[in-house]
């Protein structure tokens, strides 16, 4: 199962070293579980011995398999065209995130969206 994970790379948006954000807790679950994951967002730092990518040099990253959306859509805006443009297979909007346009841009560029909730998802082998 672990190589399996390991092709599921994701891109966690809204990375941070605070441990009482779902962010960090999804992080963390998705290094448990021996997923290969970049921690993105706006705060510097380092996360399970990765340093936390700035997304606000919208870096070119290959080979990314999931999004998981942890910045609320009042925040969302300025990176949905960077996101969609990493070409994911889906995009997976935490409890808080669901953004209908953000919806409608991604299901046009062909990538799956779901609503749901990355720890749960992981926890009930559903990842």
């Not at 190589?3 to 599921?8: I, V």
């Not at 011995?49 to 606000?56: N, Y």
């Not at 999004?67 to 808080?96: C, D, M, V």
Request: overall charge neutral; aromatic content about 8%; glycine content about 8%.
């Amino acid at each position: 199962m672990e190589a399996e994970n390991r092709q599921l790379k994701t891109l966690v948006v809204g990375a941070t070293e605070n441990s009482s954000r779902y962010a960090y807790l999804a992080a963390k679950m998705l290094h448990e579980h021996g997923v290969e994951f970049v921690p993105i967002g706006i705060k510097k730092g380092q996360l399970f011995g990765k340093e936390i990518v700035d997304l606000s040099e919208k870096p070119k990253l290959e080979g990314v398999h999931t999004i998981t959306l942890y910045i609320g859509p009042a925040h969302q805006a300025e990176w949905i065209e960077y996101l969609i443009s990493l070409k994911p297979q889906r995009i997976i909007f935490n409890p808080g995130t669901e953004n209908p346009e953000f919806f409608k841009k991604a299901k046009a560029a062909n990538i799956e969206v779901l609503p749901a909730c990355t720890l749960v998802m992981l926890s009930t082998g559903q990842y």
